[in-house]
């Protein structure tokens, strides 16, 4: 089980990002060990305060929405005893001179809830404090995809009554209360019976606890893509790369889009039901000939990577599944479980394995097997472009976060009166559920021979 603010966010990790950048062949911002470090909106702190914890070297700067949300997130830096973090109010920041450079800027759960005029002025403040080197994460609602979710906003809205804090099973009363007087051919009837059924208010990442409450201005890719440009920044590309590997559209409607970039992502968005998207950008000046990288270049880029991971085998022993993303899987050869079986190694040890020394090594076990270093990379490259592991440019040895986290979650719910809906509704929390591994999906199976 994750828990909504209180579990730090894999995808917008500095390291990873740093490791795309690696992959993606655009100028590879500091080690994050040394880095600065820009969050923002940070909510209850759940990136920032794993991240400060992981990397007491790195240097933290977090723009606070207003002054309650920075004493409830100072308290909570002040009790894990972290030195390594300087808070700011949003007001205060975007009128700060100099402006101060960083590394990594990351802006998570923020941008579609501020109007044009305020999200360009956030672009601008980001093109102003990244280094020429530095990358930056924005992830924003999208259009044609966020419809769904607009609908479903506006039913919990019009159906809870948010002063009294509902539960969450009188908010699936009220959803169903409005769904059995609907129509039979009611289009609202059909959203309702295909988004509801997959809803999960504890995990879901468009529905943690917060948003009903907020208006959401989404954006499409051309729209945001332009508010970029205009601050000077470049869209390099999605920071989930599977789509760009695994979920791409087919060859008809690949053929309708031509080369109109915006209406390819528009209708991904669409026949996806992507709701939110989370992009990587740098300094435009950067993309100048840049190209998304091959399959090929992706398999000699990613020697340098170091991977993480865990797997399980299936109760005929004949296939592998990622606890990570559990629909895809891997054939249980010899093979297959000798790379499998060393990521699940290095991840009981809280550690990462060195794709480099993987490949030797199944080369020097396999040498009798002809084009066996064909048949590794390509099933480690598929494994890290499906999401199956995670992806890291340097060795961890240990992610410190975990325990810190969990004693911050529950020192929360004896101490802090001004939790979210999402974390009262998570009230009794259980150690067991604190150390259950999260599930998720990814678009498409990945196999090996």
């Known amino acids: 089980m994750l828990l909504p603010d209180d579990q730090?966010?894999?995808?917008?990790?500095p390291d990873r990002l740093r490791t795309l950048a690696m992959l993606l062949n655009i100028p590879t911002p500091a080690?994050?060990?040394?880095?600065?470090?820009?969050?923002?909106?940070v909510s209850l702190g759940s990136n920032l305060l794993a991240l400060a914890s992981e990397?007491?070297?790195?240097?933290f700067s977090a723009v606070c929405l207003n002054s309650q949300e920075a004493s409830q997130l100072q308290a909570a830096y002040t009790h894990l005893g972290l030195k390594n973090i300087q808070l700011h109010l949003q007001d205060d920041w975007l009128k700060r001179e100099p402006t101060p450079v960083f590394d990594y800027i990351v802006c998570h759960g923020y941008f579609s809830y501020l109007k044009t005029e305020s999200k360009q002025a956030l672009l601008q403040s980001i093109s102003l404090s990244l280094s020429e080197t530095g990358i930056a994460y924005v992830d924003y609602l999208t259009e044609p995809g966020w419809q769904a979710f607009t609908t479903l906003q506006h039913l919990i809205v019009n159906s809870c009554d948010f002063v009294a804090k509902p539960t969450l099973e009188e908010i699936n009363r009220g959803i169903n209360l409005v769904y059995a007087s609907l129509p039979e051919h009611s289009p609202l009837k059909a959203s309702i019976k295909h988004i509801v059924p997959h809803m999960d208010m504890r995990t879901h990442p468009d529905l943690n606890g917060y948003w009903p409450l907020l208006p959401a201005f989404a954006d499409t890719a051309e729209t945001f893509i332009n508010h970029l440009h205009q601050a000077e920044l470049g869209y390099v590309c999605?920071?989930?790369i599977t789509r760009y590997f695994f979920g791409q559209l087919s060859p008809e409607l690949l053929q309708l889009c031509g080369k109109d970039?915006?209406?390819l992502e528009n209708l991904y968005d669409l026949i996806h039901g992507q709701a939110s998207r989370a992009s990587l950008i740098v300094p435009i000046a950067q993309l100048i000939g840049f190209r998304l990288p091959s399959h090929a270049h992706i398999c000699e880029r990613m020697l340098d990577l170091h991977i993480t991971g865990r797997f399980e085998l299936s109760a005929d022993k004949n296939t592998w599944?990622?606890?990570h993303t559990h629909s895809n899987t891997v054939m249980a050869t010899p093979l297959n479980n000798m790379v499998i079986e060393s990521i699940n190694h290095v991840h009981a040890a809280d550690s990462t394995l060195s794709v480099r020394k993987l490949l030797e090594a199944i080369n020097q076990k396999f040498k009798q097997i002809p084009n066996i270093n064909r048949h590794a990379t390509t099933l480690v490259a598929d494994m890290v472009l499906s999401g199956m592991v995670e992806i890291r440019s340097q060795r961890h040895n240990g992610f410190l976060h975990r325990p810190q986290m969990q004693a911050l979650h529950r020192w929360r719910m004896q101490h802090n009166p001004y939790l979210t809906p999402a974390n009262k509704w998570l009230q009794p929390c259980s150690e067991q559920d604190l150390a259950k591994p999260s599930k998720t999906t990814t678009a498409k199976t990945a196999t090996s021979p």
């Open 321 to 323: 599944h990622s606890a």
């Open 55 to 59: 990397y007491p070297q790195a240097a």
């Open 261 to 263: 970039f915006h209406r």
């Open 31 to 41: 080690p994050v060990n040394k880095a600065t470090i820009l969050f923002l909106g």
């Open 8 to 13: 730090p966010k894999a995808d917008l990790h």
């Open 238 to 240: 999605d920071s989930n």
